[in-house]
C-alpha cells in the first residue's frame, strides 16, 4: 500500500501544478462571438462634405439603409464575419469595402463617376438650354458650349481639395479622418493638388434628354367674372424627390420640373381627421393669412384629410409589380434602386396578400406567378433574378399585367399594378394615346395604377404622371432608396390603398371679401366648373392618411392697386348680406372606391386673415415650399419672395419633424440659393 500512495499521488501533484495554466486559458477563451453588428459612420466627397442620400446595402442581401443630411448611416443586423457593404449614390463611382473583423465604424469617400460625367471644356459663358416642344410636352436638350477659353481643359473628377492629413500619423498620409471618432475606421482618398480657379466647371445641361409637361402657370381672376375655382386633386409627390436629387447633384432643375402643388403633398401636416364612425372618408380644413411674398394680399389654404387605416386592417392586396428591365434601367440609379425598393416593400406583406412579377424588355414575360405574402423569400429571389437589357415593350408589359391582376381580382381588396420604369417605351403600344385608352379600360375594372420613376437622362416626366393620372393611382420618383422606402413602407397604406377616387374640389369666392384670386399649381388639374357635379368626369384619388394642400393667393376687396380697373357696363357685386364674414367655401365631390355615385362635402372659410408670423406652423411650412417653388420656375408672380424670407418660414414651420423631412427642405432652400447666377434673374428654362 505504501508503495502505491507515491503512484496516487503524483497525477494529483501534477494536476495541481497545471491548475494556474488551466486557468489562465479558461481566462483567455473567448465568449461567444455575436453573429452580426451595428455598423456606422459617415460619407463624404473627396472635399469632405457630407453625401446625404448614398445607398449603404450589404452586397447579395436586401439589408440596406441611407445616409443622412451629414452623411451619416446606422445599419444594424450586419453580418460579424465576412461580407461586403456596398455604396452607391447618382454621379459618382459605386465601391465596395470588406466588413472589418474589428471595429463598428466605416467611413468612405465616394469619387464623380468619370464615365457619366466626361471631360469638359470650361467656357466663360452661361450655358442656355434649348428646349424641343411637342404637344404638350417639353424635351430638355443640351446646349454645345462655345466661348472657350484658350488652354483651359479641365476634368470635374479632378475636383478633389488635398486631404487633411491625421495627425500624428505617419505611416498613413493618404488617410483622411471624416468621423471625428478616435477608434474610427478610415479611408483611403486620392491626393490632388489645390482645386483649380475654376472651382466648378461647366456640366451637362438640367434634365438633358428628359421629357416634362409644359405648364402655363395660372393667372389672377377676377371673382366678379369668375367666382368658382374648379380642379382635380392630385396626391402625387414625384416632382419634389426630382427637384431634390437636381440640388444634391449641384444643379438647378428646368422650370417645368417643378410642381408647386407635388411640392406641397410631400410632406404631412397637422389636418384634423374625419371623426371616428363618419361616414365620410375625408375632412376638410382651411386657414388664412398673410400672404408673405405679396405685401396686401392674403393666402388662403386648403387641407384634405383622408382617413387613417392601420396596416393590419388594411383590405387584402393583390398586387403586381411591372417592371421595366429594357437596356435603358441598367445604371445604378434604376434597376438595382427599384429592385432594392421592392424587397423594402415584400418586408410589409401578409400572408393574405399576393404578389406577382411581369418584366418587359424587347418582350414581355410572367416572372413570378400571384404568390402569398407568407413566402416571402420566393418573392425576394424572383426579383433578385431581374436584369436590365433590350429594347422596351411597355404596352405588352402593361397587357400582360393587367390581365394576371383581372384573373385573380379581390373583390373586396385592392387590386393594383405597380409599374417601375424610366418611362422610355419605344417597342409596340409606346403612343401616350394607346397607353391612356388600355389604362383607363382597365382602372373601370378595379384595377388601379401606381407609377414609381426612376433614372435620368431619359426620363419621361410627363409620360409616367399621365400614367398614373389616367390609372386612378400616384406617380412617386426614386431618387434614392429612402424615398423608395418612405414610399412603399412608411406610406404602405397611402400609395397602394385608396378610399377615395374622382376627388374634385370645387371652390367659391364671395365678391364681398375677394376680388381676385390665383390658385398655385394644380394647372394640369384643372377642370371646367360644369365638371364638378359631373360623375362621369375622372379625377384624382385619395389613399388611406393622405394629406392634400391646396393654395390660393387672394386680393382682398379694397387693396390699394386692383388687378383690373372696375368694368363701364357690368354691374357693381351685389351686397353679399350676413355672409360678409365668409371668405370663401370649399365643397368636395368623392366616391366610394368601388362607387359610381358621387358624395358632397362643403366648409366654409370665414375671419380675417392673421399675420403670417401668428399663422400656424403648418401655414408658415406651406408657404416657404410655394415661395422655394416660385423661386426655383423664376415665375413672374414671385412678387418680393427670396431664399432668405422662404428659409425663414422654413425654419419657423418645422415643428414636429420626426423624420427630418422638413429640415432637409431647409438644407435645399440653402443649396438652391447657392446655385443661383450671380445676377439672381437668369432663368434655368
Not at 408658415?620 to 423664376?634: D, K, N, P, S, W
Request: hydrophobic share 40%; net charge neutral; proline share 7%.
Amino acid at each position: 500500500m505504501k508503495k502505491m500512495l507515491p503512484a496516487l499521488l503524483l497525477p494529483l501533484t501534477l494536476l495541481a501544478a497545471a491548475a494556474p495554466a488551466l486557468a489562465q486559458r479558461a481566462k483567455s477563451t473567448p465568449a461567444a462571438r455575436p453573429t452580426t453588428r451595428t455598423f456606422s459612420g459617415r460619407v463624404a466627397d473627396a472635399y469632405g462634405q457630407p453625401l446625404p442620400g448614398v445607398t449603404v446595402l450589404v452586397k447579395g442581401t436586401s439589408l440596406g439603409t441611407t445616409t443622412d443630411t451629414a452623411g451619416r448611416y446606422q445599419l444594424a443586423g450586419v453580418p460579424a464575419h465576412g461580407g461586403v457593404l456596398v455604396f452607391s449614390f447618382v454621379g459618382y463611382i459605386t465601391r465596395e469595402r470588406p466588413i472589418p473583423t474589428k471595429g463598428t465604424v466605416l467611413n468612405v469617400v465616394l469619387e464623380p463617376d468619370e464615365k457619366s460625367l466626361s471631360e469638359v471644356v470650361v467656357t466663360g459663358k452661361y450655358v442656355e438650354q434649348k428646349r424641343q416642344v411637342s404637344y404638350s410636352a417639353s424635351t430638355v436638350t443640351a446646349a454645345p458650349l462655345s466661348g472657350r477659353v484658350p488652354g483651359v481643359r479641365v476634368r470635374r473628377a479632378a475636383r478633389k481639395a488635398s486631404p487633411q492629413v491625421i495627425a500624428g500619423n505617419t505611416d498613413a498620409p493618404d488617410l483622411v479622418d471624416l468621423s471625428g471618432e478616435p477608434n474610427g475606421t478610415y479611408d483611403k482618398a486620392v491626393a490632388s493638388p489645390a482645386p483649380p480657379v475654376l472651382a466648378y466647371p461647366a456640366r451637362p445641361e438640367a434634365g438633358a434628354g428628359d421629357t416634362y409637361a409644359t405648364i402655363q402657370e395660372n393667372a389672377f381672376r377676377t371673382v366678379a367674372k369668375e367666382p368658382l375655382s374648379t380642379f382635380s386633386l392630385d396626391v402625387d409627390n414625384a416632382s419634389y424627390s426630382n427637384v431634390r436629387r437636381f440640388l444634391n447633384e449641384g444643379q438647378l432643375p428646368p422650370r417645368d420640373a417643378v410642381r408647386v402643388e407635388e411640392m406641397l403633398n410631400y410632406f404631412h401636416y397637422q389636418l384634423p381627421a374625419p371623426p371616428a364612425g363618419s361616414p365620410d372618408p375625408v375632412r376638410i380644413s382651411a386657414e388664412l393669412s398673410e400672404c408673405p411674398w405679396a405685401p396686401g394680399h392674403q393666402l388662403a389654404r386648403i387641407g384634405i384629410q383622408a382617413k387613417k387605416i392601420e396596416t393590419a386592417k388594411l383590405p387584402p392586396a393583390n398586387l403586381v409589380f411591372l417592371v421595366d428591365v429594357s437596356g435603358s434601367m441598367g445604371g445604378p440609379d434604376r434597376l438595382p434602386l427599384v429592385q432594392a425598393g421592392l424587397k423594402l416593400l415584400v418586408q410589409q406583406l401578409r400572408p393574405q396578400d399576393h404578389v406577382a412579377l411581369v418584366a418587359y424588355a424587347g418582350a414581355a414575360g410572367l416572372v413570378l406567378p400571384p404568390t402569398p405574402g407568407s413566402q416571402p423569400q420566393v418573392i425576394l429571389d424572383a426579383i433578385d433574378r431581374l436584369a436590365a437589357g433590350g429594347s422596351t415593350a411597355g404596352g405588352a408589359g402593361l397587357r400582360l399585367a393587367y390581365s394576371v391582376a383581372g384573373q385573380f381580382f379581390q373583390k373586396e381588396g385592392n387590386n393594383r399594378v405597380i409599374l417601375a420604369t424610366d418611362g422610355d417605351f419605344n417597342v409596340g403600344e409606346s403612343s401616350d394615346e394607346a397607353m391612356e385608352q388600355l389604362i383607363v379600360q382597365q382602372r373601370e375594372t378595379g384595377v388601379f395604377l401606381t407609377v414609381l420613376g426612376c433614372g435620368r437622362g431619359n426620363l419621361r416626366d410627363s409620360r409616367m404622371e399621365m400614367l398614373a393620372d389616367k390609372g386612378n393611382g400616384n406617380y412617386a420618383y426614386l431618387d434614392n432608396l429612402d424615398e423608395a422606402r418612405r414610399t412603399l413602407v412608411a406610406q404602405f397604406g397611402g400609395t397602394l390603398f385608396t378610399v377615395a377616387k374622382d376627388v374634385k374640389l370645387q371652390i367659391e369666392f364671395n365678391p364681398a371679401r375677394v376680388a381676385d384670386y390665383r390658385l398655385i399649381g394644380y394647372e394640369n388639374r384643372l377642370l371646367a366648373n360644369e365638371d364638378f357635379n359631373n360623375d362621369r368626369k375622372d379625377a384624382g384619388e385619395l389613399g388611406a392618411g393622405h394629406t392634400v394642400t391646396a393654395l390660393y393667393e387672394l386680393v382682398p376687396v379694397g387693396a390699394d392697386k386692383p388687378l383690373i380697373d372696375p368694368l363701364k357696363y357690368q354691374l357693381p357685386p351685389a351686397k353679399a348680406g350676413n355672409t360678409t364674414a365668409e371668405v370663401l367655401t370649399v365643397k368636395l365631390r368623392y366616391k366610394e372606391p368601388q362607387g359610381s355615385t358621387s358624395q358632397l362635402l362643403a366648409q366654409p372659410l370665414a375671419g380675417a386673415g392673421v399675420p403670417i408670423a401668428r399663422a400656424s406652423a403648418d401655414q408658415q411650412f406651406a408657404a416657404a415650399i410655394a415661395e422655394f417653388g416660385l423661386l426655383l420656375r423664376q415665375s413672374e408672380q414671385r412678387g418680393t419672395a427670396t431664399y432668405a424670407t422662404a428659409t425663414q418660414l422654413a425654419q419657423a414651420g418645422r415643428g414636429p419633424d420626426a423624420d427630418g423631412y422638413r429640415a432637409e427642405l431647409v438644407r435645399l432652400l440653402k443649396l438652391a440659393e447657392g446655385l443661383m447666377p450671380a445676377n439672381k434673374t437668369v432663368g434655368v428654362r
